[in-house]
């Protein structure tokens, strides 16, 4: 690694007692050459997060800097950079320290300039704030994709000043790709406006938590519609809108009974970045000449065989060539990454946060960065895409799982990928054999001894990398309406990628993923179909594109499905006890295809069926007498109706049956 220089300089506290009291009107302004950027871009007073400034300017690695404005507040160490145009500031913040507007000093020994900088007073019960649950469902949106305002942001930015809410105005940096919605990788026009205006929606459909992909400033050339390649980390796409607006989103959906889950990128960033120019130290990122591409092994870490050039590849080597790899080994570059995590939070209000691509940061800087926002809020909840099919494998990314090496990721809540891919494969295969169909589901649950908090584990069957489930399960309703039963029914904390809910297909014609993430039917004025309103649902058919003749009933059965779960504490928190059957053909044992379940607790019970066959299906209770005996009285969680669960009952062809009761 290539060395740092980390020099430190200690500003005695005691000379600003000797100086006169600071006049601000007698300190020119900082012009743009001498001071960039600050980052973070405002503090707030009561945090247990240490404040360490990035600032930039021309040749600023050779100056002062102190902190004017009150008292309370006083910068405490200088750190040089290895490139001069940077200083990392240590800011000290007392707790008798008044909130409001207070100044960076920058001196040469001889001249001095000044710069704002906002200390806010931070909102009563912030540290106590509630995360997502088991009680949650959440609803994964692309805001590009899901619904615009109107036009007035579909034009390239060609870059501007716009106030961001700190002290000076943020200089936005030209965003040259188009909105073109014939084309699937250009921008659609989608917005966080367009967001707010179908938060309702989102509400209505049983949702109580919504996820949106990144919203943070993406001015690569091309397909920067996703947000994934970051090219600011403390703005908001103005193509999207602007930090308050953000903010306001925020609000609106809390409102309307909604948390908010920011989506965030550690890993990487973009190559439009503006550090990548000029990066505060040369290994700010990761440098491979050649080209390193990533090799997606996370067995790295836990195997005790793995090379060490193996495990370099792994955390070292690019995502993609548009995505430079962060080095999170620097201490500066953590440091960075855990108070913009805090920041967000803070500043927007935020209820959870989802981390991108997981297990390609370097483990143990990200187990120290998941303690940092812990310690900060502790009931924060973290998820982390953790892409794996190894279950023992997916384990270690969770929090106290007893690793052998003793690492301990600090990462709260991950994603159940075996569970997802179990799901759609089980509902795709109709003639079995013994370890397929519902076996599959089955025998994932089976491991969930493995796992140190099963509560904690993010269920979902597609999001945004995934083909769309409608191709996957053959455009078929039924299969569909298992997929959003199972989702419902089983432990962990739900996702429901939007448009799943009525079925949406990739649009025809293209082989990309941009041709997955589709436009919200209704989300733009002018649409010829409106799967937003009750009476557009009702009035779809099939187009060109897409057939919509069944997004009406599905939509029904999800809001049914999520309405009831909001209300079923069973469901959130009870235990699972589970049923497979099976059938002998010429000696041969196969899966009937079919899975039963119970969700159970002390006082309550739902019972759930899974026909996954496409004959009728009469349940033999009696299976079922060691949880309960004789026949049990009950209602059907989708009609609403009383139900009788005995012998003989009958479950039609690709249906579930849903039922919950007394103990």
């Given at each position: 690694?290539?060395?740092?220089?980390?020099?430190?300089?200690?500003?005695?506290?005691?000379?600003?007692?000797?100086?006169?009291?600071?006049?601000?009107?007698?300190?020119?302004?900082?012009?743009?050459?001498?001071?960039?950027?600050?980052e973070p871009l405002s503090w707030w007073t009561g945090m247990k997060t240490p404040l360490q400034l990035m600032v930039q300017g021309e040749g600023i690695g050779t100056k002062e800097i102190r902190m004017e404005g009150g008292k309370g507040v006083s910068v405490r160490n200088l750190h040089k950079a290895e490139n001069p145009d940077y200083l990392f500031v240590d800011v000290e913040i007392d707790a008798n320290a008044k909130p409001g507007e207070y100044y960076l000093v920058v001196s040469d020994g001889t001249n001095e300039v000044k710069y704002p900088y906002l200390i806010r007073e931070r909102e009563k019960g912030s540290a106590d704030r509630k995360s997502f649950t088991p009680a949650d469902m959440i609803y994964l949106i692309m805001p590009d994709r899901f619904a615009s305002s109107g036009p007035g942001n579909d034009e390239a930015w060609p870059g501007g000043i716009y106030d961001d809410g700190s002290a000076v105005p943020w200089v936005v940096p030209v965003t040259p790709d188009r909105v073109d919605r014939d084309d699937p990788v250009a921008r659609h026009g989608g917005d966080i406006q367009g967001i707010i205006d179908h938060l309702d929606y989102v509400a209505d459909l049983g949702a109580t938590a919504l996820w949106s992909t990144p919203l943070l400033l993406d001015n690569q050339p091309r397909e920067s519609y996703h947000g994934y390649a970051c090219g600011d980390y403390y703005h908001i796409d103005p193509r999207f809108g602007d930090n308050a607006l953000y903010r306001k989103m925020v609000d609106e959906a809390h409102g309307k009974g909604l948390k908010v889950i920011m989506d965030i990128v550690t890993n990487h960033c973009g190559t439009a970045h503006w550090w990548m120019d000029n990066p505060p130290f040369a290994d700010w990122y990761h440098v491979t000449k050649p080209y390193m591409q990533m090799n997606?092994?996370?067995?790295?870490?836990m195997d005790p065989h793995a090379s060490v050039k193996d495990r370099e590849r792994q955390q070292s080597g690019w995502f993609v060539p548009s995505m430079p790899d962060m080095n999170l080994d620097n201490?500066?570059?953590?440091?960075?990454?855990?108070?913009?995590?805090?920041?967000?939070?803070?500043?927007?209000?935020?209820?959870?946060?989802?981390?991108?691509?997981y297990p390609y940061n370097e483990p143990e800087p990200m187990a120290e960065w998941c303690k940092a926002v812990r310690r900060e809020y502790p009931g924060m909840n973290i998820v982390g895409e953790c892409w794996d099919m190894n279950i023992p494998q997916l384990a270690y990314w969770q929090a106290g799982n007893p690793n052998p090496n003793g690492f301990d990721s600090n990462l709260p809540c991950i994603m159940d990928f075996p569970l997802q891919r179990a799901i759609l494969s089980a509902l795709c295969e109709d003639q079995v054999w013994w370890?397929?169909?519902?076996?599959?589901?089955?025998?994932?649950?089976?491991?969930?001894?493995?796992?140190?908090?099963?509560?904690?584990?993010?269920?979902?069957?597609?999001?945004?990398d995934h083909a769309r489930t409608g191709d996957v399960l053959r455009h078929d309703p039924s299969r569909m309406k298992l997929a959003l039963a199972l989702l419902a029914t089983l432990r962990g904390i739900p996702q429901l990628y939007y448009g799943d809910e009525m079925m949406f297909c990739e649009r025809p014609g293209f082989n990309h993923d941009g041709s997955k993430r589709i436009d919200f039917p209704g989300g733009w004025e002018g649409d010829a179909v409106d799967l937003f309103s009750e009476d557009g649902r009702a009035a779809a058919g099939r187009t060109p594109e897409a057939d919509y003749t069944s997004a009406a009933g599905l939509h029904d059965y999800a809001r049914a499905l999520f309405t009831w779960r909001r209300a079923a504490p069973v469901i959130h928190h009870g235990r699972t006890l589970h049923f497979l059957s099976r059938k002998n053909v010429d000696a041969v044992n196969y899966t009937d295809n079919t899975y039963a379940y119970f969700r159970y607790d002390d006082t309550d019970a739902v019972f759930v069926y899974i026909n996954n066959t496409d004959e009728d299906r009469a349940l033999d209770w009696s299976h079922y007498d060691e949880f309960v005996s004789g026949p049990v009285n009950g209602r059907d969680v989708i009609s609403g109706e009383q139900v009788t669960l005995s012998d003989g009952l009958v479950v039609e062809p690709r249906s579930a049956l849903i039922v919950e009761f007394k103990r």
């Open positions: 690694m290539i060395r740092r220089v980390m020099m430190a300089t200690a500003v005695a506290a005691g000379l600003a007692g000797c100086q006169a009291a600071f006049d601000p009107e007698t300190v020119p302004d900082a012009t743009r050459a001498e001071v960039t950027r600050v997606a092994l996370f067995s790295v870490y201490p500066y570059v953590l440091r960075y990454f855990q108070q913009w995590a805090v920041w967000w939070i803070e500043y927007a209000g935020l209820d959870g946060l989802r981390v991108d691509t370890d397929e169909g519902m076996t599959r589901v089955y025998s994932v649950l089976a491991q969930d001894f493995a796992y140190k908090d099963l509560s904690n584990l993010m269920i979902f069957f597609a999001n945004h």
